[in-house]
């Protein structure tokens, strides 16, 4: 948003590292011109993350499948096949993640 030097210069003052309380934003809004809705951000409520978001339980279940694999697979004699699969879970994660984060939802989680 650009406004313009005066404009700023004129707003009510919030200190550097201050706090701008709630008795003052209708205040701030109204030098602005902007409308002010009461409470409008609060943080998110509601269920936690990980039963808003399958796709984040589903990418940590595969990381935890893999480092479950890569633990055996290590460990246990002629098992070793397990570590890499454990491995290639792990990696498999790793780009189901970054999917999701380039190409995952553009809409706010409500």
């Not at 590292?17 to 003052?24: C, F, K, N, P």
């Not at 498999?92 to 989680?109: D, E, N």
């Amino acid at each position: 948003m650009a406004f313009a030097k005066t404009l700023v210069k004129d707003a009510p003052s919030i200190d550097t590292d201050g706090v701008l309380v709630a008795e003052q934003e209708p205040e701030v809004f109204a030098h602005y011109e902007l409308e002010y809705v009461p409470g409008a951000r609060r943080a998110p409520t509601g269920p936690p993350l990980i039963r808003r978001s399958p796709m984040l339980a589903l990418v940590l279940l595969l990381i935890l499948v893999a480092m479950v694999l890569g633990i055996i697979g290590a460990v246990a004699k002629g098992l070793f096949y397990l570590l890499v699969i454990g491995v290639v879970v792990f990696v498999a994660a790793l780009l189901v993640a970054a999917l999701r984060v380039r190409y995952g939802r553009r809409h706010p989680v409500r």
